[in-house]
């Protein structure tokens, strides 16, 4: 049995700025996205790949990934995303091939996940958890606000918080049966399973496996991108 990972990259990245879909925007002269496949690719585990494109946009991105010479040995498939991230993720499971037992989710705008990183999380979910997340501790202080007002409503304990970031990884059963009972708006795939009551493992995190937001992120996926190739 196979592991996959589904890449969402439909996303506009309005938080980015006017300009290109955000997972068609380069780092060191390479799309985003192209550095989320090479990310997945790199794990030996990852062997088949589906990557959620802009909805108008799959023929490009297919060109795009064959002119950028992947590794032949990885099936990647291309499909048109949704308007929610959640819906392009339902579309992306939609095209898994039916041998594949573990599923990975990464965002696109993740493109310097290290290796180290995707490989634990796939090794917790072959050992047995049916969803693992990595997660960080929370660096700030985190409040809760009343919108309406802009009073603060409560400071969660920090020491209990954590911010999580992709690739999780899921027993495929279980991921698609969140996806197919849960409506609510979420994030992250890992709230949808948690709300079917399903413990979700939280293992470490990378700081390079930060999401790729506003402006000043890409300025920081830049430095990362030079200092390793230095
Ligand atoms: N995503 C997606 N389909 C959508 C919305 C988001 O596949 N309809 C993907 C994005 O391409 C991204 C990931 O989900 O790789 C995480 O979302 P986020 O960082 O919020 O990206 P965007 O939604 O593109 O950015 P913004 O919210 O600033 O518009
Ligand atoms: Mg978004």
């Known amino acids: 049995l196979r592991t996959a990972a589904v890449i969402p990259a439909a996303g506009r990245g309005v938080r980015l700025g006017p300009g290109a879909p955000k997972a068609l925007r380069t780092l060191g002269g390479v799309p985003i996205?192209?550095?989320?496949?090479?990310?997945?690719?790199?794990?030996?585990?990852?062997?088949?790949?589906?990557?959620?494109?802009?909805?108008?946009?799959?023929?490009?991105?297919?060109?795009?990934?064959?002119?950028?010479?992947?590794?032949?040995?990885?099936?990647?498939?291309?499909?048109?995303?949704?308007?929610?991230?959640?819906?392009?993720?339902?579309?992306?499971?939609?095209?898994?091939?039916?041998?594949?037992?573990?599923?990975?989710?990464?965002?696109?705008?993740?493109?310097?996940?290290?290796?180290?990183?995707?490989?634990?999380?796939?090794?917790?979910?072959?050992?047995?958890?049916?969803?693992?997340?990595?997660?960080?501790?929370?660096?700030?202080?985190?409040?809760?606000?009343?919108?309406?007002?802009?009073?603060?409503?409560?400071?969660?304990d920090r020491s209990l918080l954590r911010a999580v970031q992709t690739p999780q990884g899921f027993d495929r059963t279980t991921l698609a049966k969140a996806h197919a009972t849960v409506t609510r708006d979420v994030t992250d795939d890992a709230s949808m399973v948690e709300q079917l009551g399903v413990p979700v493992l939280v293992v470490p995190g990378h700081e390079e496996a930060f999401k790729v937001t506003r402006p000043l992120d890409l300025v920081l996926a830049e430095a990362v991108l030079a200092r390793r190739r230095a």
């Open 33 to 156: 996205l192209v550095h989320a496949v090479r990310a997945m690719a790199r794990a030996r585990a990852v062997q088949v790949i589906v990557v959620v494109a802009p909805p108008e946009g799959a023929a490009e991105v297919r060109a795009l990934l064959d002119a950028h010479g992947l590794p032949e040995s990885t099936d990647i498939r291309v499909v048109p995303g949704g308007e929610s991230r959640q819906e392009s993720v339902r579309l992306g499971l939609a095209v898994l091939p039916d041998d594949v037992d573990v599923v990975l989710v990464h965002d696109a705008a993740r493109p310097l996940v290290p290796v180290e990183t995707v490989e634990s999380v796939v090794e917790a979910v072959r050992g047995g958890a049916p969803a693992v997340v990595p997660g960080l501790p929370a660096a700030d202080t985190v409040k809760s606000v009343d919108p309406g007002t802009g009073i603060v409503t409560g400071t969660p």
